[in-house]
């Protein structure tokens, strides 16, 4: 049983709040609605619509975002409203009819070029997934649709997914040259079509939930948090912006040893060795003076 799960994100607009759901509602669609007639394809817009306040809702992806008249202040109901979406989507209730129109969103995707030259990352207009994956063969891509196609391009060694990008890595046989436009369009109408990017459980699966993680976080030692948070703040936006991923294994007290996971671009990247050594070690044994001696690290 996927269970869904609600949070609050306050927005710039502050008659409009954002209700976030850890799993995607849509097929990558959106939808507007501006009073309960309108809703009748949303049975849950038109629930939210008896709500008294609620002046205009819009679904989109992972999240539902109300809009409010002045009677009252976000503050007051947006912790029940919360937890009545959450109540109806735990009780099966339908999100949209699938009869239901879209509201057509184009969907643009653009090839980026990394630091590993065998990997292309491609950078969707939206989001794509709620959690970070990478699959390194066409067994472990079960619970991606999309990297389970791509997969079927005989150059595809592996598949990393991210918030809104894609990034590929090659085998030699092929030439990024001669293939980018052609995997860029594949990728842009599977989700233009509204296909599923990773099934709906995959997170939950693969223990890559929001609580699932902090609750591991939770149970490790100061200085592997403290390894953690810096690796956060400092690195992780880095090599997010190459198409990668790295993340902490482990910590040794007694050999000061950290061990990270380098992934996406980052595995196998001529300079990730160099990037690791002079740059994190350097960065972690500053930060952390006299707990840290080396990072090593093992691709994905």
Not at 63 to 85: K, T
Not at 175 to 191: A, G, K, L
Request: proline share 3%; glycine share 4%.
């Amino acid at each position: 049983m996927n269970t869904f799960k609600v949070s609050v994100q306050e927005t710039t607009n502050n008659a409009i709040v954002k209700f976030e759901v850890n799993q995607f509602i849509t097929q990558h669609q959106s939808f507007e609605f501006n009073n309960i007639d309108e809703a009748k394809a949303s049975p849950l817009a038109q629930q939210l619509f008896y709500l008294p306040f609620v002046k205009k809702v819009y679904i989109s992806g992972n999240f539902i975002a109300v809009e409010r008249y002045n009677i009252v202040e976000w503050n007051d109901v947006q912790d029940e409203v919360a937890e009545q979406i959450e109540a109806y989507l735990n009780d099966g209730g339908i999100v949209v009819e699938d009869t239901t129109t879209a509201k057509k969103v184009p969907v643009t995707v653009y090839a980026e070029s990394t630091p590993n030259p065998s990997v292309m990352k491609f950078v969707a207009n939206k989001k794509i997934v709620n959690a970070l994956f990478e699959f390194t063969s066409i067994d472990e891509a079960k619970l991606s649709p999309l990297a389970t196609e791509l997969f079927h391009f005989p150059f595809v060694k592996s598949v990393f997914l991210d918030e809104n990008y894609v990034s590929i890595t090659k085998y030699d046989m092929a030439e990024w040259q001669d293939v980018t436009i052609e995997v860029r369009e594949f990728i842009r109408s599977f989700i233009e079509n509204g296909k599923e990017i990773v099934v709906a459980n995959a997170a939950e699966s693969l223990e890559k939930t929001n609580q699932q993680l902090d609750s591991h976080f939770e149970s490790l030692d100061d200085t592997s948090k403290e390894i953690i948070n810096i690796l956060e703040e400092y690195v992780k936006p880095a090599v997010a912006s190459d198409g990668g991923n790295i993340q902490f294994i482990s910590y040794d007290a007694d050999t000061k040893n950290v061990s990270v996971l380098l992934q996406g671009a980052c595995s196998g990247c001529p300079s990730s060795t160099y990037t690791l050594k002079s740059g994190i070690e350097n960065m972690l044994k500053e930060m952390l003076p006299g707990k840290v001696a080396m990072v090593e690290a093992i691709n994905g």
